[in-house]
């Protein structure tokens, strides 16, 4: 496995780059997300690669980041993804907003993606989700779920749980909804809500 490479840029055509390491021209494919980083032709650059065996061709990728790597390879194990959507999602979309689409269940951003339809974003959404610790670890991403979300959540979870003490539905949601919650947790949500009524 040809797991880094360092040298010469030789070529450079999207999605495709040449890079000379000591007198051998790699052919590597690379998303954009990579190519928008990567220095002009004749100077060198350090790629983290991963390759491809099959019984008609030997194909390396080449990433800029270990991130981006580790997501491409995380991307490959999903059923119907192959290296040539896993680069085009990577092109599309930063890691962090991809992981934050899966982790949100948000198909609408997904299908946004070149080649991604209704059912891959469904798909991506169920597979990658249960690997997102696991890659987000790795990657040492921040938590996956955004801060909006979290507090989203936190507010949806205040107001199951006054409707569960017995408030409507609908006056739940006032009580809630009228009130600063930035920064709260459940918790002090629904402490801060009885207080007040």
């Given amino acids: 496995m040809i797991g880094r490479l360092r040298g010469i840029i030789l070529e450079k055509q999207a999605p495709d780059l040449v890079l000379d390491v000591q007198g051998v021209g790699y052919e590597v494919a690379a998303p954009m997300s990579t190519f928008f980083n990567l220095p002009a032709v004749n100077e060198e650059v350090t790629l983290f690669t991963h390759l491809i065996v099959r019984e008609d061709a030997q194909l ?112 739940a949601d006032k009580m809630i909804r009228g009130m600063e919650t930035d920064g709260l947790s459940t918790e002090a949500i629904i402490k801060q809500a009885l207080q007040r009524n």
Avoid: C, W
């Fill in 60 to 171: 390396l990728y080449g990433f800029t980041t270990v991130r981006e790597r580790i997501l491409f390879r995380s991307l490959l194990k999903v059923n119907g993804v192959g290296a040539k959507l896993a680069l085009t999602i990577l092109s599309g979309s930063d890691v962090d907003d991809f992981a934050r689409s899966v982790q949100e269940g948000d198909t609408a951003s997904l299908t946004r993606l070149p080649g991604v339809g209704k059912k891959t974003a469904e798909r991506l959404i169920v597979e990658m989700r249960d690997r997102l610790k696991e890659v987000s670890n790795a990657m040492g991403l921040k938590p996956v779920v955004s801060e909006a979300a979290t507090l989203a959540g936190a507010k949806d979870e205040a107001i199951e749980a006054l409707v569960s003490l017995g408030y409507k539905p609908m006056e």
